[in-house]
C-alpha cells in the first residue's frame, strides 16, 4: 500500500478539465512543500511535470497545474487531449525520520 | 542534455546480490547540488524510492530496504552504483535512476529504466 492515496482512476473529455487528488499526512504533504507530479505513458519513464506544489518545468504546458491543501496535493490538467492520456504519480517529501521520499499508487487518467 | 541510462542484469536468481549502474552525462555530481536517486517499479505497480547520493558524498536510504541497498559513485567515470543484497522475486522491477538538482526531492530527468527479474 502507497503512503500517498490516489484515485486509480480519473477520465475526461478532449477539452475538458480533471482534477487528481493526492493525499498525505502533515508528516509528509501536510509537512513540505515538496510535492511533485509525475507523468508515465505505457512502457515509458517518468516525467516530471510539477515541482515544489505547483512550479512547472520549462517545457511542460501550462495546462498543467499543482496545488496544495493542508495534508491533499492536487494536479489539475485543461484543456485535455488525447496525449495526456497516461498514469499520473504524486511524491512527496516526507522528513528524515520516514523514509525521506513516498510516492502515490497512482492515476491512470483516460482521454475519452 | 542530461542523459541517464541504467545498466546491469537482467535476471538475477534469489538471495544474489544485484549491482546496477547509472552512467550518466550532461551534469557532474562534484558540481554542488547534483544528486542521483533509485526509484523502482514493480510491473504495473507504483513507483517505490530506494536510495541518493549527492555531490558531498551524503547518501539516503528508504528505511524498509536500508539494510539491504547500498549507493556508491564514481565522479571520474559519471556513474552511480547501487548494489541490492539477498534478492528476492518481490524485487522485480523495473529500476530506474534520476537526476535531483539543487539538493531537493524531486527528480529530473528519469533513465529509461532496466527490468530486473529475480528467478531460479
Known amino acids: 500500500q502507497s503512503a500517498l492515496t490516489q484515485p486509480a482512476s480519473v477520465s475526461g473529455s478532449p477539452g475538458q478539465s480533471i482534477t487528481i487528488s493526492c493525499t498525505g499526512t502533515s508528516s509528509d504533504v501536510g509537512s513540505y512543500n515538496l510535492v511533485s507530479w509525475y507523468q508515465q505513458h505505457p512502457g515509458k519513464a517518468p516525467k516530471l511535470m510539477i515541482y515544489?506544489?505547483?512550479k512547472r518545468p520549462s517545457g511542460v504546458s501550462n495546462r498543467f497545474s499543482g496545488s496544495k491543501s493542508g495534508n491533499t496535493a492536487s494536479l489539475t490538467i485543461s484543456g485535455l487531449q488525447a496525449e495526456d492520456e497516461a498514469d499520473y504519480y504524486c511524491c512527496s517529501y516526507a522528513g528524515s525520520s520516514t523514509s525521506y521520499v513516498v510516492f502515490g499508487g497512482g492515476t491512470k487518467l483516460t482521454v475519452l | 542534455q542530461v542523459t541517464l541510462r541504467e545498466s546491469g542484469p537482467a535476471l538475477v536468481k534469489p538471495t544474489q546480490t544485484l549491482t546496477l549502474t547509472c552512467t550518466f552525462s550532461?551534469?557532474?555530481?562534484?558540481?554542488?547540488?547534483?544528486?542521483v536517486s533509485w526509484i523502482r517499479q514493480p510491473p504495473g505497480k507504483a513507483l517505490e524510492w530506494l536510495a541518493r547520493?549527492?555531490?558531498?558524498?551524503?547518501?539516503y536510504y528508504s528505511t524498509s530496504l536500508k539494510t539491504r541497498l547500498t549507493i556508491s559513485k564514481d565522479t571520474s567515470k559519471n556513474q552511480v552504483v547501487l548494489t541490492m543484497t539477498n534478492m528476492d522475486p518481490v524485487d522485480t522491477a523495473t529500476y530506474y535512476c534520476a537526476r535531483i538538482e539543487g539538493g531537493d526531492w524531486w527528480f529530473d530527468p528519469w533513465g529509461q529504466g532496466t527490468l530486473v527479474t529475480v528467478s531460479s
Open positions: 550532461g551534469f557532474s555530481l562534484s558540481t554542488s547540488g547534483m544528486c
Open positions: 515544489e506544489v505547483s
Open positions: 547520493i549527492d555531490w558531498d558524498d551524503d547518501k
